[in-house]
C-alpha cells in the first residue's frame, strides 16, 4: 500500500541500515492514537524491552520529535532530562548515537529517528535524510506540495487527455504543461505519467 503512495519506499527502508546499523523508526501521520503508519528497524530484543516498559513516557527522543514543530537535531544535543534513563537502557543494546527528525503538518506529526553504534552521523548524512524524510511526508501528508497548476495537469492526464488537449482545456501552452508536469513527477518521485497519475489518485490528491 504505501508503495504505491512513495515509489520504492520499501527500498528506501533497506537502505536505512547502511546508515542505521543500530536501529531506525519511522512514523507518519502521529495522533494520540499513534501513527498511521509505522515502520523499525531497531534489534527485536530493543522493542520490547521499549515497548513493555512503556519508555515511551519519558523517552527524551521521542518527546523532542513530539515538542517541535520541524527539524532534526542528533540525540547528543538534545537536552531533555532523561528521568528514566530510556538512553543508558539503549546502550546496552549498542544503540549509542543518533539523529532525531520532525515534522508537522496540520495537527498530526511525523518522525524519523536514526541510531548507529559506531559514531555520530555526519552532517552530510544528516541533511541526506532530512531531504528523504521531507519529501515522504509531503507525498503521504502535504499533497507532495504539488501546486494547483501540477494538479490540473494531473487531473487532465487522469481524465484520458493528452499534453495538447490539456494546454488547450486549461488555456495554457503545451509547454506549460510539460513543464508542470516535469515537476509534479519530481515531486512524487514518479518516473512515467502513469505512475504520477496513480500515486496523485491513490493519496486523493486529485
Same mark, same amino acid.
Request: with cysteine.
Given at each position: +500500500?504505501?508503495?504505491d503512495? =512513495?515509489? #520504492?519506499?520499501?527500498?528506501e527502508?533497506e537502505?536505512? /541500515?547502511?546508515?542505521?546499523p543500530?536501529g ?8 494520540? $492514537?499513534?501513527?498511521e503508519?509505522?515502520? $523499525?528497524?531497531?534489534?527485536? *530484543?530493543w522493542r ?8 515511551? @513516557?519519558?523517552d527524551?527522543?521521542?518527546?523532542? +520529535? +513530539?515538542?517541535? /514543530?520541524?527539524?532534526h $537535531?542528533?540525540?547528543?544535543?538534545i537536552?531533555t532530562? &532523561?528521568?528514566?534513563g530510556?538512553?543508558?537502557k539503549?546502550r546496552r543494546? #549498542?544503540? /549509542?548515537?543518533?539523529v532525531?527528525y !520532525?515534522r508537522r ?7 524519523l529517528? %536514526?541510531a548507529r553504534?559506531?559514531?555520530e552521523?555526519t552532517?552530510e548524512?544528516i541533511? *541526506?535524510?532530512?531531504a528523504?524524510?521531507n519529501v515522504?511526508v &509531503?507525498?503521504l501528508? #502535504?499533497r507532495?506540495a ?6 490540473? %495537469? ?5 481524465n ?5 488537449? !490539456?494546454?488547450e482545456?486549461?488555456?495554457?501552452s503545451?509547454? *506549460?504543461?510539460?513543464?508542470?508536469? +516535469?515537476?509534479?513527477?519530481?515531486k512524487?518521485?514518479?518516473?512515467t505519467? *502513469?505512475?504520477?497519475v496513480? @500515486?496523485a %489518485?491513490a493519496? /486523493?490528491y =486529485?
Amino acid at each position: +500500500m504505501i508503495d504505491d503512495l =512513495i515509489p #520504492n519506499f520499501s527500498r528506501e527502508l533497506e537502505d536505512l /541500515n547502511a546508515i542505521a546499523p543500530a536501529g531506525w523508526a519511522v512514523g507518519f501521520n502521529y495522533r494520540w $492514537t499513534g501513527p498511521e503508519h509505522l515502520f $523499525t528497524g531497531y534489534p527485536q *530484543t530493543w522493542r520490547d524491552e521499549y515497548e513493555g516498559n512503556n519508555y515511551a @513516557i519519558g523517552d527524551p527522543v521521542l518527546l523532542w +520529535m +513530539m515538542s517541535k /514543530n520541524s527539524g532534526h $537535531t542528533r540525540w547528543s544535543a538534545i537536552r531533555t532530562p &532523561d528521568l528514566r534513563g530510556v538512553m543508558e537502557k539503549a546502550r546496552r543494546h #549498542n544503540i /549509542n548515537y543518533g539523529v532525531a527528525y !520532525t515534522r508537522r503538518v496540520g495537527l498530526t506529526k511525523s518522525f524519523l529517528s %536514526v541510531a548507529r553504534a559506531d559514531r555520530e552521523l555526519t552532517d552530510e548524512e544528516i541533511l *541526506t535524510y532530512d531531504a528523504k524524510f521531507n519529501v515522504w511526508v &509531503d507525498l503521504l501528508l #502535504n499533497r507532495a506540495a504539488l501546486t494547483p497548476g501540477e494538479l490540473q %495537469v494531473l487531473s487532465c492526464f487522469r481524465n484520458g487527455l493528452g499534453q495538447t488537449e !490539456t494546454a488547450e482545456a486549461l488555456g495554457v501552452s503545451a509547454a *506549460t504543461v510539460k513543464q508542470r508536469f +516535469m515537476k509534479a513527477c519530481a515531486k512524487l518521485n514518479a518516473s512515467t505519467r *502513469t505512475q504520477a497519475v496513480a @500515486i496523485a %489518485v491513490a493519496r /486523493n490528491y =486529485i
